[in-house]
């Protein structure tokens, strides 16, 4: 009985997640289209599954990796030992990130548009490499007080140097795969640690020294994503590369076929279980606590991907490729502007990590930073950034200059902006896309680059959640500056 009551609030949680969406697309279907489409039954439906996966996912996570994980981070935390605390903090990072439900969808997305060439197990396992080395090295810097800022300046000046020499087929792709890192599975873990390590050392601020592991941890993939473009597409790329050759499916699976997307979960899942296991038995030598709550939440995990997986499938990449055919039908451009900016706002509004960071932040700077405020400075960065996006797909700018610039304009941000805003602005630039907000924006993407002539959809498609993950960054700290500015003009007045 426990155990369904807490699957009921999951799932009101998830649909209400899924709320935004549906309230946006309900709008612009019945008030700006007047029409509706002809799989939406099968659309509601994969709505549904997607809701029942992600409810079913969150719980496994209540029940297994998040007390497991969080406990393993307040132990190793107290032993002080540098060496674990590194070794544990990598492995975290990638065992997390290997069962990112997003990234699992974005990398799926780009092998199927690719024809392969670019390999989405590949891809994710040097993603959550990246992310594990990376959060390893937030570790090491949190424990010796090393100013974050630093870290961020020499880091996206690397990524824009980078983002010059790689080619433009993987550009959106590696962006897309630093945003979508920090999400679902990742960020409660990661916050955890960088928190917990910065209360247990003395000398350290849970505020400046406390975040931050999740901004690391969406810049390094987009270098290394980049780099692995740079190798993949050294030989150039054909036009077969570039064609996308796999849409949204609504038919039923075989049983075979479900038997092999289960044993494929249950690959994913197995990085986190075996990092637990081995950190709880073999390094503190210490049995887990409820071995069968455990076990019986990874069944959950496994049982919710599955689910989430199938969902997207049926249900949000349809919608955002139909979205993006029937506005591109109408005359002009307003109503597809109108729909990215409304759709970013919305869902970042619903965001559940973005409101547990806010909350966090509130209370570590001790009330003077309001969460209310930061969630709406939040939302209408995602809203501007998917908007410019769509923009740079219908215009068919080169995303290098967009990304370019947007970055160097942090750089320039993170040099001058208030040093105890830094790290929750990189932090909230990296949570702002959800498990479901995520398949929705990819397949706007790549359908208005499929409906528009002479768009490549490899080229073109993706980015969007780079938009939504840059923006951000840059209303958090333009709004601390301005307070900061505000401030100091008030007490040099008489």
Not at 37 to 55: E, F, Q, R, Y
Not at 84 to 91: D, E, K
């Amino acid at each position: 009985m426990f155990y369904l009551q807490t699957f009921g609030r999951s799932l009101l949680h998830a649909l209400k997640n899924l709320l935004p969406i549906v309230a946006v697309v309900a709008f612009f279907q019945l008030i700006v289209l007047r029409q509706v489409p002809d799989n939406t039954l099968s659309m509601v439906v994969g709505l549904l599954v997607v809701a029942i996966g992600v409810a079913l996912f969150l719980q496994g996570l209540e029940l297994s990796i998040f007390p497991v994980g969080k406990s393993l981070s307040n132990q190793f935390a107290r032993r002080g030992s540098v060496p674990i605390l590194l070794a544990f903090g990598f492995a975290m990072g990638f065992s997390a990130v290997i069962a990112e439900p997003a990234l699992i969808a974005v990398t799926q997305q780009a092998q199927d548009i690719s024809q392969g060439r670019i390999d989405a197990l590949t891809l994710r396992l040097l993603v959550a490499f990246s992310v594990g080395t990376v959060v390893a090295l937030g570790v090491f810097r949190t424990i010796f007080g090393y100013p974050l800022h630093w870290f961020m300046i020499i880091g996206y000046i690397t990524v824009v140097i980078v983002t010059w020499f790689a080619p433009p087929e993987i550009v959106g792709l590696a962006y897309d795969s630093g945003g979508v890192t920090t999400n679902i599975v990742t960020v409660p873990l990661i916050a955890a640690l960088g928190i917990g390590l910065a209360a247990s050392i003395r000398g350290r601020n849970p505020l400046t020294d406390g975040f931050g592991l999740v901004a690391l941890a969406v810049m390094v993939p987009m270098v290394t994503v980049q780099l692995y473009g740079i190798l993949v597409y050294s030989g150039g790329a054909t036009e077969a590369d570039l064609r996308p050759t796999v849409e949204g499916t609504t038919q039923a699976p075989s049983l075979l076929a479900m038997v092999l997307d289960l044993a494929e979960m249950v690959r994913d899942v197995l990085p986190i279980i075996i990092t637990i296991l081995f950190f709880q038995y073999v390094v503190l030598k210490r049995g887990l606590s409820n071995p069968r709550k455990i076990l019986f939440g990874f069944g959950l995990v496994i049982l919710g991907l599955y689910a989430f997986v199938v969902g997207l499938k049926m249900g949000l990449f349809p919608i955002g490729t139909s979205m993006a055919e029937q506005l591109m039908a109408m005359e002009g451009y307003v109503y597809v502007y109108l729909f990215a900016f409304m759709i970013g706002f919305a869902t970042t509004m619903a965001e559940p990590a973005l409101l547990a960071i806010g909350q966090q932040a509130e209370e570590a700077a001790g009330g003077t930073i309001n969460g209310n405020a930061i969630r709406l400075l939040v939302a209408a960065g995602v809203a501007v950034g998917i908007t410019v996006g769509v923009h740079r797909i219908i215009s068919g700018d080169s995303i290098h200059h967009y990304i370019m610039a947007g970055y160097t304009l942090v750089i320039v941000l993170t040099a001058i902006a208030p040093r105890y805003i830094v790290a929750l602005a990189y932090d909230l630039g990296g949570v702002t896309t959800s498990e479901v907000t995520v398949p929705l924006v990819t397949a706007l993407g790549i359908g208005l680059a499929t409906s528009i002539e002479g768009r490549n959809v490899l080229i073109d498609g993706f980015g969007l959640i780079a938009f939504a993950s840059i923006f951000p960054i840059v209303t958090v700290m333009s709004y601390a500056i301005v307070i900061e500015t505000l401030s100091a003009r008030r007490k040099v007045s008489p």
